[in-house]
Nanobody, 112 residues
Framework: QVQLVESGGGLVQAGGSLRLSCAAS????????MGWYRQGPGKQRELVAS???????IYADSVKGRFTISRDNAKNTLYLQMNSLKPEDTAVYYC??????WGQGTQVTVSS
């Protein structure tokens, strides 16, 4: 079974940027749906963004215009470019394949 490993999280000031990566242990070429969820302190896990094999994307309203999801099938990697970060973006970010396979998460902390 494919495994996912997230990286790129960290501490950043409000207004800053981070790029998260999600490396798959196998090919993602035929994977239809991949995406990012996040879980903030005391909150439920919520959708951040999704992308299909055809490049169609969906974003949570709270991140539209600030975050960009992309995938590189040649590198078997999913990305999340996060700009204009806000303290409310603080969360553990998880990537997934079709909601069946999940990574271990990477912490993003945005200071005010």
């Amino acid at each position: 079974q494919v495994q996912l490993v997230e990286s790129g999280g960290g501490l950043v000031q409000a207004g800053g940027s981070l790029r998260l990566s999600c490396a798959a242990s196998g090919s993602i070429f035929s994977v239809n749906l991949m995406g990012w969820y996040r879980q903030g302190p005391g909150k439920q896990r919520e959708l951040v963004a999704s992308i299909t094999s055809g490049g169609s994307t969906i974003y949570a309203d709270s991140v539209k215009g600030r975050f960009t999801i992309s995938r590189d099938n040649a590198k078997n990697t999913l990305y999340l470019q996060m700009n204009s970060l806000k303290p409310e973006d603080t969360a553990v970010y998880y990537c997934h394949i079709s909601w069946r396979v999940w990574g271990q998460g990477t912490q993003v902390t945005v200071s005010s």
